[in-house]
């Protein structure tokens, strides 16, 4: 105990001939060998092989570089993981760096470690990446592609246009590249992650006689208990609770039909092909299902239209109160993927039923899930110029 004491005593004790001129010099060279190992350490991690020696990202993320142009071209050039994925400015590196320790919990408790896993969170993590790269405005492309040094003469007629407005607007290069240096997820199947992110999973409860709003495409059932589905409830359809049990609603969708066939399909609108909902034949037909109200015959093609609304069950999720946060990521997807390798259209600049045929021939150039790609088509149609104040002449 008593040499314990004396050492406490011993390392309290100020130095009798410490002077002020060595203890900036021992401060300073402890200084030099601290940022020396940090940043040793920091490079130490911010290589290729470091990056690969996860096996679930050597087997597939690295094996799909080496299939592109950013990994042989013919001026020898080879871009390596750090080169996209870590900032090469300081401050960004390290809260990229920070950001980092989720990947090491993914490695620790194995969550992409077999094929199937990867795959199943391959548009999680490319959607991660696609937002890191939005925000830094893809600043890890352009440390390599300056728009200033692109010889225009070089390139093709359309790739010339459509590099000049990006070069004009500073464009984000992920707006049109996703998918060049690895293979992309799987959309057209998948359920809008980033608009859920967005908008939520809906109301936690829903109240009778208030309307909502679908935030996804969903399926209609016959009643509250059965599997079999009656029909598709199209996203962005206003939709009037009528009875709610369990997890079901049953709901009333307005709207318009054409008086043709089982009259399946109800539209948004007299004469206007913006769909609310689609049935299947037996519950066009099922008595109780669907109420006729009026009827007017359209000048235009002379088909009778019939005012009705169908009465059907729906599962509660994801029918939200507030369509406009739908709107403003329709309007931000229309933005930044349909303006990119075009001058892009005002929304007005077309009518509500010449917009659908319009779209479709963008949506070939993008990567869009299927709920995403039915939300803009159906944005576009509502903010028309058939309903614009001041419509495109």
């Keep these: ?40 350490a920091l490079e130490a991690t911010n290589t290729e092989a470091f990056c690969i020696s996860c096996h679930s990202m050597e087997s597939k993320p690295y094996q799909e570089l080496q299939s592109t142009v950013h990994w042989s071209n013919h001026s020898g050039v080879r871009a390596t993981c750090p080169d996209c994925h870590v900032p090469h ?27 199937e896993k990867f795959e199943t969170k391959r548009l999680e993590m490319a959607s991660r990446e696609w937002k890191r790269f939005d925000r830094d405005n893809s ?11 692109m010889k225009w003469d070089e390139m093709s007629k359309l790739a010339q246009k459509q590099m000049k407005r990006a070069a004009e607007l500073d464009q984000s290069c992920i707006d049109c590249h996703k998918g060049i240096a690895h ?10 992650p980033e608009l859920i992110a967005q ?46 049990k369990g997890q079901r609603a049953k709901v009333g969708i307005d709207g318009w039909r054409k008086k ?22 037996d519950a066009a ?37 507030d369509l406009q946060p739908l709107w ?18 005002d929304e007005a600049h077309f009518d509500a039923n010449t917009w659908p045929g319009m779209f479709q021939g963008m949506i070939a150039f993008v990567n869009m899930d299927q709920d995403t790609q039915a939300l803009v088509q159906k944005y576009l149609q509502e903010h028309s110029s058939t309903f614009a104040t001041s419509a495109h002449q």
């Design 139 to 149: 600043l890890a492309c352009k440390n390599c592609h300056n728009y200033d040094s």
């Design 199 to 244: 908008v939520g999973s809906g109301e936690s409860s829903l109240a009778i006689g208030e309307s909502y709003f679908s935030a996804l495409t969903k399926p209609l059932f016959f009643n509250e208990k059965t599997d079999v589905e009656a029909g598709t409830l199209n996203i962005a359809t206003k939709v009037k609770v009528l009875e709610v």
């Design 1 to 40: 105990m008593k040499w314990f004491i004396t050492l406490w005593r011993t390392l309290n004790k100020p130095a009798k001939t410490l002077t002020l001129g060595a203890i900036s010099l021992s401060a300073f060279l402890m200084g030099i060998i601290f940022w020396g190992g940090f940043n040793t």
């Design 328 to 345: 403003d990521y329709a309007r931000d997807t229309y933005s930044s993927s349909c303006s990119v390798c075009h001058t892009q259209p």
């Design 285 to 321: 037909l099922e008595p109780g299902v669907m109420q006729v109200f009026e009827e007017q015959q359209d000048p235009l093609t002379g088909l009778i239209w019939q005012r009705v609304e169908a009465q059907i069950w729906v599962d509660g999720d994801y029918l939200v109160k």
């Design 260 to 281: 043709i066939g089982a009259g399946r399909v109800i539209y948004f609108d007299f004469g206007m092909n913006i769909l609310s909902a689609q049935l299947s034949k």
């Design 183 to 192: 293979k992309l997820p799987d959309m057209g199947t998948s359920r809008a």
């Design 89 to 115: 400015n300081w401050s960004r590196k390290i809260g990229r760096k920070i950001e980092a320790s989720h990947d090491m919990w993914g490695w620790l408790l194995q969550t992409v470690n077999t094929e």
